[in-house]
């Protein structure tokens, strides 16, 4: 149990009498690239962002290194510093530079010096090949670049977990592989991801397990080679065989 960073227990969400997720349950281990596919509106989205406490679940339990995260008393800055997220929509910061975008979070929640935050962004900024980059405003550099900031922006604040929510939907198809690039490389490195992705080939290559939900529940769940090359539950076929058919 030494390894298991994230466990979700019986979390459900609802929105009003609208039930978005029901009864999840899956652990993340330190190491796991974990890739959650599924149709849109099947609660992917809302299960990452439970995990990261942007909404609180209506019942269930999140815990972290075996301590639950959705009681009172829990500092939601400071484990999102644990538990960083990377959004489809790069959620950037308009009005400051790319270096600042990456220094903002390390002053303000880990209470680092400026000139420490800024060494450590450098760090993160060249890492995703966006070091060039650092005095541009966001308006200024493309949809991958801006991801690939996120993505550094997430590092610099030395996350145990990266959450990905859909980090290439918003992109032009021949930006994508360079934020998957990206990706692949942290896997490499030994990251623990949650990544919500249609992706197949990323799920099917990158990913350690896949979780297919369908409806709010998950559906199947297991290694890439079991889940999306022999699946078991009809539903999970009929998903994949969207895929197989482009």
Do not use: W
Not at 58 to 87: C, Q, W
Not at 127 to 132: D, F, H, K, L, N
Not at 149 to 159: C, D, E, H, N, Q
Not at 187 to 215: C, P
Request: glycine residues 8%.
């Amino acid at each position: 149990m030494a390894d298991t960073i994230l466990e979700i227990r019986h979390l459900s969400k609802s929105f009003g009498s609208h039930e978005v997720l029901k009864d999840i349950d899956f652990t993340v281990e330190k190491g796991d690239v974990t890739a959650i596919i599924g149709a849109s509106g099947s609660g992917k989205s809302t299960l990452l962002r439970c995990v990261n406490l942007l909404e609180t679940p209506t019942s269930g339990e999140i815990l972290f290194h075996g301590k639950d995260v959705t009681g009172r008393g829990v500092n939601a800055p400071e484990y999102r510093s644990h538990v960083g997220m990377v959004f489809q929509s790069f959620n950037l910061f308009n009005n400051m530079s790319v270096l600042e975008n990456c220094i903002v979070g390390q002053v303000k929640v880990l209470k680092k010096s400026k000139a420490e935050a800024r060494e450590n962004a450098m760090r993160y900024l060249q890492y995703v090949g966006m070091a060039p980059f650092i005095n541009a405003k966001p308006r200024q550099i493309s949809g991958g670049q801006k991801q690939r900031v996120a993505i550094a922006r997430a590092l610099a604040m030395g996350p145990e977990v990266l959450l990905f929510d859909e980090p290439t939907s918003a992109l032009d198809p021949e930006m994508v592989g360079e934020v998957l690039s990206v990706m692949q490389h942290l896997a490499g490195e030994g990251m623990t991801m949650l990544v919500v992705t249609h992706e197949m080939a990323f799920a099917r290559d990158v990913s350690t397990q896949v979780v297919y939900m369908n409806q709010g529940i998950i559906c199947e769940q297991g290694p890439p080679a079991e889940v999306l090359g022999n699946p078991q539950k009809q539903e999970t076929k009929d998903f994949l065989s969207r895929f197989r058919n482009n």
